[in-house]
């Protein structure tokens, strides 16, 4: 797999840049600055050579005075800015993903929808309403059906109706959350604490809490999760504890594998996760099979995102 990759795309939230990495001595190669503060988050479709990174604004999650409200857009192979997509009158975009249905779904935190765009044209076609105080992350089924929304100070799930584009329901969490996953069969949603570091994993089918997964060796909330590309391993990650957690599906057995400082997303690669550590700048890679880093580099001020092409 990792013979295939042409390059390495990081967002440098700190540093406000994108980043152009050599995808095997992890040089930095290019340097794209002059955003709005701040980049935030990333979506990758290395078919496509494109690379979506939206402008969150200059605050936090909660915090967020000056929102921004545009999406861009970037051609990976010519390592350059080639679109801007406006989500007016929505702002605070966040999380952005890719459905089965090829449209590219994305958080609007501040106006609580979820956006559409039309990759073909990089034209935003509508919106859907999440019912909710602020649309924080989302994930989406593999089977397209349904997209999920994490609503951190309602302490809700959004569950909406993919195809026809409408809300069905929230689903009550015990704490606010700050994180969410679905798994590749769509039966399990991950909602991630953001008040203790537990994880809740939701059955789909019933739309309630099933259970409580305390993370091992974390001892502060966590922040991310995403399940791997095979389904077999949910990671999890604590930007407070500067802890990775590898938990194994079948067996539930948990490997708690210190980073860098604040560390956020990460991409799979291989049998390798490499982590963007915010706080000190750093990417950590850690080698699965051993539970352990393997490796770090420096890689900007401080990257949130990263991925593959």
Not at 66 to 77: A, C, K, R, S, T
Not at 244 to 273: H, N, T, W, Y
């Amino acid at each position: 797999m990792a013979d295939t990759v042409r390059g390495m795309i990081a967002v440098d939230k700190i540093g406000c840049k994108v980043l152009f990495l050599n995808p095997t001595t992890y040089e930095t190669e290019t340097v794209i600055d002059g955003f709005q503060r701040t980049v935030h988050e990333l979506l990758v479709i290395p078919e496509a050579a494109r690379a979506y990174v939206p402008i969150f604004g200059d605050g936090i999650h909660g915090r967020n005075p000056n929102p921004g409200h545009v999406l861009h857009v970037f051609d990976l192979l010519a390592r350059k800015l080639i679109d801007t997509i406006d989500l007016s009158p929505y702002v605070a975009p966040h999380t952005v993903r890719r459905g089965p249905d090829g449209l590219v779904y994305i958080t609007c935190e501040n106006s609580a929808v979820v956006a559409i765009i039309d990759p073909r044209s990089n034209t935003m076609i509508g919106a859907i309403e999440s019912g909710s105080t602020n649309g924080h992350r989302l994930c989406i089924a593999n089977d397209g059906r349904r997209l999920y929304t994490d609503n951190e100070e309602d302490a809700t799930v959004s569950v909406i109706d993919l195809p026809n584009r409408k809300l069905l329901g929230k689903i009550a969490t015990p704490d606010p959350i700050a994180g969410i996953a679905v798994s590749g069969d769509g039966g399990t949603v991950i909602a991630v604490s953001d008040a203790r570091p537990v994880i809740f994993m939701i059955d789909t089918a019933t739309g309630k809490v099933a259970r409580e997964l305390v993370l091992e060796g974390v001892p502060k909330p966590a922040q991310i999760a995403r399940y791997s590309p095979d389904d077999t391993m949910l990671v999890v990650s604590s930007l407070n504890s500067d802890m990775m957690s590898l938990i194994d599906r079948a067996s539930g057995k948990q490997v708690a594998v210190p980073v860098g400082s604040q560390p956020m997303d990460f991409a799979f690669r291989g049998d390798e996760i490499f982590v963007g550590c915010q706080g000190d700048g750093s990417m950590h890679v850690i080698d699965v099979p051993n539970g352990r880093v393997k490796q770090s580099f420096k890689a900007g001020s401080g990257c949130e995102s990263v991925g593959f092409f």
